[in-house]
């Protein structure tokens, strides 16, 4: 069965600091990983995803995810926080397309001024 | 950009009453799915519906949920006699067929259902 573990449930960083929220996976097949977005009062948004292509996964606003399978690891980064990045971050694991997503519990980000 | 829309935003409702949520997926997809994110837990999928029939379900999809296509347009979850423990935010997704994209689940805004 598909896990995903989010290490934290919040990170506050200043802006114009570096972000890194941490997501852990478990899967029995070569899955694919997603981090979504959902700022207040909107809906899930898809940043990125990994399907075995490059295990660099470059995303929208500046946001980056590294799949590192001896780790089983996702990591989403941004070299640089911005006052709008404020939002909770899912990491999501899915077996193949068009079956059900699975979440994580999600990380809060707070960017302070 | 298309997008998945929802309505009504917020529902209240009271216990043993039945309630429909609605749903416009993006036009040209063809695969559509509810979740549902209970206050503090994960968001966890309910059901997901292909080609006028249920593809899958969760052991929460009981027998008081069903989904219907009732037109090209709308997909809506029903929950017929509702419980305390239905409320919860549920969120709309669709995806298309279209191979290296099929695995990208497009959400709606949600429908805070409240029921008391």
């Known amino acids: 069965a598909q ?24 899967s029995s097949y070569s899955p694919s990983l997603f981090w979504y977005v959902q700022h207040p009062n909107k809906g899930l948004q898809l940043l990125l995803k990994y399907t075995s292509a490059a295990t660099l996964v470059k995303g929208i606003n500046g946001f980056e995810a590294e799949f590192k399978k001896s780790e089983t690891s996702f990591h989403l980064t941004k070299p640089s926080a911005h006052m709008s990045d404020a939002a909770e971050y ?5 077996d193949s397309g068009n079956t059900p997503l699975v979440f994580g519990k999600g990380t809060r980000l707070s960017v302070i001024a | ?9 917020h529902q209240v409702t009271q216990m043993g009453q039945e309630v429909i949520l609605r749903c416009v997926p993006i036009s040209n997809h063809l695969y559509f799915y509810w979740y549902r994110q209970i206050l503090g837990q994960k968001v966890e999928f309910l059901v997901s519906f292909y080609n006028n029939e249920i593809s899958e379900k969760s052991e929460i999809f009981d027998d008081q949920f069903s989904v219907e296509r009732p037109d090209g347009s709308n997909f809506t979850l029903k929950i017929r006699s509702t419980k305390l423990e239905d409320s919860a935010m549920y969120f709309c997704a669709s995806s298309d067929e279209l191979r290296d994209r099929e695995d990208e689940q497009y959400f ?9």
């Open chain 1, 90 to 94: 899912f990491c999501v694991v899915s």
């Open chain 2, 108 to 116: 709606g805004p949600g429908t805070r259902l409240t029921v008391t």
């Open chain 1, 3 to 26: 896990s995903v573990t989010q290490l934290d449930s919040h990170v506050s960083v200043s802006e114009g600091t570096p972000v890194l929220l941490r997501c852990n996976y478990s």
């Open chain 2, 1 to 9: 950009e298309p997008e998945v829309t929802q309505t009504p935003s």
